[in-house]
């Protein structure tokens, strides 16, 4: 089983659902950091990383000795990485997303496959919990790639858990893509009901089933219940606003850690989505 823990802004407490879920399933889970802008779950977890490896993707190098410039590389390039001169080809390595089109369409065989280091992404273990993140290289913009590279280690006979990026862009439909269950973590505000109502129409184009759980309740008002309710969309977990789990936060260390308590809550909110994707695949 595949869970996606996402959010349609940062900052509601998505690391803080996802790293504690991961604790209180315990064996047989694996989790992906996958916000390899600014992975955070190491942080918290602290595992011990094994192994380490770098995640190179193709860009074109023109060679214009063979180059007529005919401009079909550049015809097929729908993110403009190519611009075909009169005499020059100008390659904008971070618009190429590594398709492989200009490479396959060239008569002339001029256009050659060089290597882009997009980042790297490393192994680890806590607790008895398969760990792997990634990290974008300074000065790259690729980041599908890499979350790709992380979910290739899915291994289908554990529990998968996704830290996906915050927002609805790009990257967050390749850490939420063919996953068994998107987990949307709120907050009860003005500005975390408008990124959530982004965040839910994401999942309704992807066709995947949905909860919530909604943090710091206490603040704001009732609108993402009613949201919730009017959706139906079952909010599987509230966390209070509570000074003593914001000083747990703020120090690295975990809910389940220091309020036992939790821990039941979270295998509760673990049970409660496992019975929800039951129910869609007894559906089908």
């Known amino acids: ?53 770098p995640v190179i993707a193709p860009v074109p190098e023109i060679d ?56 790297d992404i490393e192994h680890g273990t806590v607790n008895g919990i398969s760990f792997i993140h990634g990290r974008l290289a300074i000065g790259q913009v690729m980041v599908p790639p890499i979350i790709k590279k992380i979910r290739s280690y899915t291994d289908p006979n554990l529990i998968t858990l996704i830290d996906a990026p915050p ?43 949905c909860g919530l759980v909604i943090n710091r309740v206490g603040i704001g008002n009732d609108a993402v219940n009613q949201y919730a309710k009017k959706e139906n969309i079952p909010v599987l977990m509230e966390i209070p606003f509570d000074k003593k789990i914001a000083q747990i936060y703020s120090r690295g260390e975990m809910i389940i850690d220091k309020m036992p308590e939790y821990k039941d809550k979270f295998l509760d909110l673990f049970k409660k989505i496992v019975a929800l994707v039951e129910k869609k695949e007894g559906n089908k």
């Open 1 to 53: 089983m595949i869970i996606s823990v996402a959010s349609g802004k940062g900052g509601t407490g998505k690391t803080t659902v996802s790293t504690n879920l991961a604790l209180s399933i315990g064996q047989g889970v694996q989790l992906f950091d996958c916000d390899v802008e600014e992975p955070n779950v190491h942080l918290f977890l602290h595992p011990a990383i094994h192994k380490k490896e």
């Open 64 to 119: 214009l000795e063979k180059c007529t410039f005919c401009k079909k590389c550049m015809d097929i390039c729908r993110f403009g990485a190519l611009a075909v001169l009169k005499k020059n080809v100008l390659v904008f390595e971070n618009l190429c997303h590594s398709c492989g089109g200009c490479f396959e369409i060239c008569p002339e065989n001029a256009v050659l496959e060089k290597e882009r280091s997009l980042g």
């Open 167 to 209: 927002g609805t862009s790009c990257p967050v439909i390749a850490a939420m893509n063919k996953a068994d269950f998107i987990l949307l973590v709120t907050e009860p505000t003005p500005f975390g009901l408008h990124d959530l109502k982004l965040a839910v129409e994401t999942v309704k184009i992807l066709g995947i089933p």
